[in-house]
Nanobody
């Protein structure tokens, strides 16, 4: 089993920055994909970013490309999401997730992930 614990959410003004953290514990695998998803009130959960634990390759949704950066610290078993130039439309609950494999084309799909964190609220004010 893998447990994911998120932190770093909060309230920021538009144009500001925030860094989310996701600490993984339990049995982990070097072939995992780690991802960030978000869900705004009344909307579907959407893909934000993903990183391969094995290769450090990164992938981003078009809506956040150039503003958000996903990274990982292997020694700490922690994944980060650095969010810059935040907009009110970024307001959502952000979830960390783990996918057992780092191959295949379905990594942007939430159903392909096996473990999920509890979520952390990010609110961006105008």
């Amino acid at each position: 089993q893998v447990q994911l614990v998120e932190s770093g959410g909060g309230l920021v003004q538009a144009g500001g920055s925030l860094r989310l953290s996701c600490a993984a514990s339990g049995r982990t695998f070097s072939s995992y994909t780690m991802g960030w998803f978000r869900q705004a009130p009344g909307k579907e959960r959407e893909f934000v970013a993903a990183i391969s634990w094995r290769t450090d390759s990164t992938y981003y949704a078009d809506s956040v490309k150039g503003r958000f950066t996903i990274s990982r610290d292997n020694a700490k078993s922690t994944v980060y999401l650095q969010m810059n130039s935040l907009k009110p439309e970024d307001t959502a609950v952000y979830y960390c997730a783990a996918r057992r494999w780092d191959t295949g084309s379905d990594f942007p799909q939430s159903y392909s992930y096996n473990y999920w964190g509890q979520g952390t609220q990010v609110t961006v004010s105008s």
